[in-house]
């Protein structure tokens, strides 16, 4: 589609030679910057495909290692195991699935975020009684 692709990667992985930029010192707020600007993630990374869901990027996640448990719950959960691959060699998969249904996957984000945010209102109020204000 004539965009460019960004390959953000560890210092001490090799260059991969069909990325046209390749950073390897990205800060996270240049890792988030990418993500936000992309049309298309392809990750290997939890956190990478937690901020394209975040973001609403089309993704595609590979993984054959023990982050394939993880990014299968983690995109099953949202209704997105169809972009997952347990081998890199997988990759041209991508091309061929539909665009996400991101109304619906922000319907489980909101659920979930009321889940947490009672969970945590929960957790702080019986704590709350442990709280005491020692003054000298």
Request: proline content about 4%; charged content about 20%.
């Amino acid at each position: 589609s004539g965009l460019p692709i960004v390959a953000i990667m560890g210092e001490h992985e090799l260059p991969l030679e069909w990325a046209d930029v390749v950073l390897t010192a990205a800060g996270p707020l240049e890792w988030l910057g990418h993500i936000r600007a992309a049309e298309f993630v392809i990750t290997d990374s939890f956190h990478g495909c937690i901020f394209a869901i975040r973001h609403q990027r089309e993704l595609f996640a590979y993984s054959s290692d023990w982050r394939s448990m993880r990014l299968t719950a983690l995109l099953a959960q949202f209704g997105l195991e169809n972009r997952l691959s347990n081998t890199e060699g997988d990759l041209p998969g991508f091309t061929t699935i539909s665009r996400a249904e991101w109304n619906r996957v922000a319907e489980v984000v909101d659920n979930e975020r009321k889940i947490g945010l009672g969970f945590l209102r929960d957790a702080l109020s019986l704590n709350a009684g442990c709280v005491t204000n020692h003054h000298p």
